[in-house]
């Protein structure tokens, strides 16, 4: 089983920057597509950002409309990281951060096609 951890949530004031991180278990990294998700209290997870497998597409990345142009996905394949740089805090950011793992090539957005989930870390926006 793929281990997930998160690290780097905290509370920033909007307007602020904030990278997460996850690392993952396992030699076989490179080949998982990697997502970010986030809930919210009272709401459902919602997608944020993937990163494709490096057998599919270096580099290929999909965000959600709601943080494209402010938030940044990438991979380090080497040292088996997911990194999520957050930048333009709005208070509406505020949910717990996933980490999350796909054993496919390709980009998916639906939780439900993710096999492996980190336990979150929590971001909160303040105004």
């Known amino acids: 089983q793929v281990q997930l951890v998160e690290s780097g949530g905290g509370l920033v004031q909007a307007g602020g920057s904030l990278r997460l991180s996850c690392a993952a278990s396992?030699?076989?990294?490179?080949?998982?597509?990697m997502g970010w998700f986030r809930q919210a209290p009272g709401k459902e997870r919602e997608f944020v950002a993937a990163?494709?497998?490096?057998?599919?597409?270096?580099?290929?990345?999909h965000y959600a409309d709601s943080v494209k142009g402010r938030f940044i996905i990438s991979r380090d394949n080497v040292k088996n990281l997911l990194y999520l740089q957050i930048n333009s805090l709005k208070p509406e950011d505020t949910a717990v951060y996933y980490c999350?793992?796909?054993?496919?090539?390709?980009?998916?957005?639906?939780?439900?096609?993710?096999?492996?989930w980190g336990q979150g870390t929590q971001v909160t926006v303040s105004s």
């Open positions: 396992g030699r076989t990294f490179s080949s998982y597509t």
């Open positions: 990163i494709f497998a490096i057998s599919r597409s270096v580099g290929r990345t």
């Open positions: 999350a793992a796909r054993l496919s090539t390709g980009v998916a957005v639906t939780p439900q096609l993710y096999d492996y």
